[in-house]
Every structure is written in C-alpha cells, then in structure tokens.
Nanobody, 124 residues
Framework: DVQLVESGGGSVQAGGSLKLSCAAS????????MGWFRQAPGKEREGVATIDSDGSQSYADSVKGRFDVSRDNSKKTLYLQMTSLKPEDTAMYYCAASPPGSSGTWSSASMYNSRGQGTQVTVS
C-alpha cells in the first residue's frame, strides 16, 4: 500500500481558490488510480474527482468546471486545483489510492485501499 499525506487546505472566501496536494510514498504511484474524496460534518463521504494511471479523469457533477485533478508521477504527487469555491465545498478532503486491477465505480471508497489523514477546506 502507498502512504498518502495531504496538504494545502485552509480557509478561503467564496469565489476563491485553493490547491490541494497529496504526496505518496513508494515506487508504484504511477500505476495507481488516484482519487479525491470529501466529507462534511453530518454528511456522507463524497467522491470529488479521480485520475487514472493513463491520465483519464472523472468528476462529481457538483465540481465539474470548477475543480481540476492532476498528477505528477515524477514527484509522486496528486493535486486538486479548486476554483470558484462555494460554502458547500467546505469539508475534510482526502486523497486515496486504488491499485491496478481494482474494479468498481471511481467514486466508491471501496475501490481504494489507501487513504490519507485529510486536509480541511473551509469556505465562507
């Protein structure tokens, strides 16, 4: 399993931007499908975006056109650029790793076998 550490969260006003990072350990990062999830208090965890090993991306409808997921395999780092932030984007954001051969819906947490500790994003 890969170890994941998120950073870049913070407090921002509505309409602002933040860029989250997720640093991974190990030598297999490039082969993993990587995802971003979020969970707000009292709400279920939600899949936000994913990027596969071939660079293909998927997004939740709620963030399409505002968020952009990317990866730098040479740095073993996953990113989430968030723009036009809204108060409803407030949540703890987690990155997660899905090993090759996993099956399932990209937004299903069960597809991922590693998860970071999370970074808080607050939009007011």
């Amino acid at each position: 399993d890969v170890q994941l550490v998120e950073s870049g969260g913070g407090s921002v006003q509505a309409g602002g931007s933040l860029k989250l990072s997720c640093a991974a350990s190990g030598n297999t990062f490039s082969t993993y499908c990587m995802g971003w999830f979020r969970q707000a208090p009292g709400k279920e965890r939600e899949g936000v975006a994913t990027i596969d090993s071939d660079g293909s991306q998927s997004y939740a409808d709620s963030v399409k056109g505002r968020f952009d997921v990317s990866r730098d395999n040479s740095k073993k780092t996953l990113y989430l650029q968030m723009t036009s932030l809204k108060p409803e984007d407030t949540a703890m954001y987690y990155c997660a790793a899905s090993p090759p051969g996993s099956s399932g819906t990209w937004s299903s947490a069960s597809m991922y076998n590693s998860r970071g500790q999370g970074t808080q994003v607050t939009v007011s």
